[in-house]
């Protein structure tokens, strides 16, 4: 019964700026490394960043700097923070438990929330 929502996206402006939300619900989200991963139309899904369980961040090369995820457990969610959105953020971001090595464990990805980055 575990069930993963995501939401907070939207059309914006280039350099404009986003907060995604995951709401986790039927599970205890702090016995688990947290991810987040973004496909866009015609392209794989990709992993974009990662937080363990005790906090500690991880960073696609593309999205340094401007990405910051954060959990908060007492309220089992998950965070998404953007700035300076470019066009190639543009796609579908979920979110997802993930193995040590980033692998993740969702099997069922559903809609996600779109975030469309335009002019």
């Known amino acids: 019964q575990v069930q993963l929502v995501e939401s907070g996206g939207g059309l914006v402006q280039p350099g404009g700026s986003l907060r995604l939300s995951c709401a986790a619900s039927?599970?205890?989200?702090?016995?688990?490394?947290m991810a987040w991963y973004r496909q866009a139309p015609g392209k794989q899904r990709e992993l974009v960043a990662s937080?363990?369980?005790?906090?500690?961040?991880m960073y696609a090369d593309s999205v340094k700097g401007r990405f910051t995820v954060s959990r908060d457990d007492a309220k089992n969610m998950l965070y998404l923070e953007i700035l300076s959105l470019k066009p190639e953020d543009t796609a579908d971001y979920h979110c997802s438990p993930r193995t040590v090595t980033g692998t993740p464990l969702r099997s069922d990805w559903g809609q996600g929330t779109r975030v469309t980055v335009s002019s």
């Open positions: 937080i363990t369980n005790d906090g500690r961040t």
């Open positions: 039927g599970v205890g989200l702090k016995w688990y490394h």
